[in-house]
């Protein structure tokens, strides 16, 4: 079979000329699991055809390759049918087999009971996988590890939870921050989906009593997903926690994140700074790195020379130097960073300031001529001066180089398929420091819970935003060595909106 490679010009000119219908756009409609079953995904993946719909007895075959006569006069042979074709972009075929194959997959529980009538062939071969979507015939164990990891990310998890107890797995998964049972399994099979998942990460599958951290590239129909894998021995079990990133969640613009048109001002007035230290507080899973790949996205120009140093490299930005910590050769952020002040930078992002080295050489970067952005954990802004006095830092230092502490979170927003309407109580609303007679005529919103957001009235989350600008009298408190509340009350007072106002 012979394969020609056409662009989307090539691609319409060509279907015209043979008087084939072109589709930039493809909805692949209900195909009887038998001409699936006869047509595997990786076949149709490799020839490039995907089965659209059937019109009477005629099979209408999607394809960004029609010159290729002698893969459709198989394709009739194979499905007995007549074949019609419709010329499509590659992209777009390719994305259709992925949908329509996925919709014929089975779900967890019907995959545990397959397991459960072949439960001695249940560790059989354990192969490494690149889409997911192709492994539909493979052993059991291994299509109920890769349908967990694609429902998880089409249910947009953070996290999944595998939890061995007495008498079963359960898993859960973590969706707009918070923690969901989805499904518990028998026990017997916990080993089975430990090894499985070690296989995929590269890990010891003999080593049952350590700790192991391991990461795996999957890709999910049109989705790169790259998950970080963390397992512990616990009384009943190894405990597997997988953290997915997907690619395509990571990154948004600054306009995307949830800053408010005043914060969003400020905030590219910060950034455009020629030197400084600008910091991103908040818990882990807060959505630091996506703020500071947002930052880097809107000042990366050809004439600058930005550099990254970071654990992980969540996501590859386009013309910018990315270095990944690996402690085990001794490249810390410390090390790496002493080595990127020496390659000319004009800005510099340290994944996060751990320890007193890394702090003292990203305040000297900042106060030799570069605009560095780096991380803390802290609860709030004002948190991370003291932070960096408490690390050893000197105040005058801080003082010098600090240009303004972002400290963030993620909230939850209410679901747009269930909101509705609602009136709040008056003691609710004083709870949270509003005055009810200043909200008359306004409008709140509630969602009553659908099976978009798992009954629970949110979907998706959105950032809120503390953005403490150091100015001349906050420097005077960071040289008297204050503490936060006191630096915190004075910018306050100089305007600054905190995390529980931006919220409300």
Request: aromatic share 4%.
């Amino acid at each position: 079979m012979r394969e020609v490679k056409l662009d989307e010009v090539a691609l319409r000119r060509v279907s015209a000329r043979l008087g084939i219908p072109f589709q930039e756009v493809l909805r692949p409609e209900g195909i009887d699991s038998p001409i699936l079953s006869r047509l595997p995904i990786s076949a149709a993946k490799k020839y490039k055809f995907a089965p659209l719909r059937v019109e009477g007895d005629v099979l209408v075959l999607a394809t960004a390759n029609p010159l290729d006569l002698e893969t459709i006069d198989e394709l009739r042979f194979l499905l007995g049918k007549r074949v019609r074709i419709v010329a499509a972009p590659e992209r777009e075929v390719i994305r259709a087999i992925n949908l329509l194959y996925d919709q014929e997959r089975d779900t967890p529980e019907q995959v545990v009971q397959e397991m459960v009538e072949e439960e001695e062939a249940v560790l059989s071969e354990l192969e490494e996988t690149e889409d997911l979507l192709d492994d539909v015939s493979e052993a059991p164990v291994i299509k109920l590890v890769n349908l967990l990891l694609s429902q998880a990310v089409r249910a947009r998890a953070s996290d999944i939870h595998i939890e061995p107890y007495q008498r079963e797995v359960k898993v859960r998964y973590r969706i707009d921050g918070v923690l969901y049972n989805m499904h518990t399994l028998p026990k017997r099979f916990h080993s089975a989906i430990t090894s499985r998942v070690k296989v995929m990460a590269k890990l010891d599958i003999a080593e049952r009593r350590l700790p192991q951290d391991g990461r795996i590239m999957i890709k999910i129909g049109d989705r790169d997903v790259d998950i970080r894998v963390s397992i512990i021995p616990t009384t009943f079990g190894e405990r597997v926690v997988l953290r997915l990133l997907d690619k395509r969640s990571i990154f948004y613009s600054l306009e995307e994140i949830g800053l408010s048109p005043e914060k969003l001002e400020l905030m590219n007035r910060i950034i455009r700074g020629a030197n400084g230290i600008i910091l991103v507080t908040g818990p882990t899973g807060s959505g630091k790195t996506t703020t500071l790949y947002a930052a880097l996205e809107k000042i990366n120009s050809p004439d600058k020379n930005i550099i990254t140093i970071e654990d992980p490299v969540e996501y590859q930005l386009p013309g910018i130097g990315q270095i990944q910590v690996n402690p085990k050769i001794g490249l810390t952020f410390a090390n790496g960073l002493r080595s990127i002040v020496r390659q000319d930078p004009d800005v510099i992002l340290v994944g996060e300031i751990r320890d007193l080295e890394t702090a003292e050489i990203a305040i000297h970067a900042a106060l030799t001529g570069h605009l560095v952005f780096s991380t803390l954990h802290t609860n709030d802004a004002p948190g991370a001066i003291t932070r960096l006095i408490d690390m050893g830092i000197e105040p005058f230092l801080v003082a010098s180089a600090l240009v303004a502490v972002i400290a963030q979170r993620l909230v939850r927003t209410i679901c747009p398929y269930c909101r509705e309407p609602y009136q709040p109580e008056k003691g609710l609303l004083r709870e949270v420091g509003l005055d009810p007679s200043e909200l008359e005529g306004k409008e709140f919103y509630r969602g009553k819970g659908c099976s978009e957001c798992f009954g629970t009235g949110y979907r998706g989350r959105t950032g809120i935003f503390e953005i403490l600008q150091v100015d001349d009298a906050i420097r005077s408190l960071i040289l008297r060595t204050s503490d936060s509340a006191t630096i915190k009350a004075r910018a306050i007072k100089r305007g600054m909106a905190t995390l529980r106002d931006d919220g409300i």
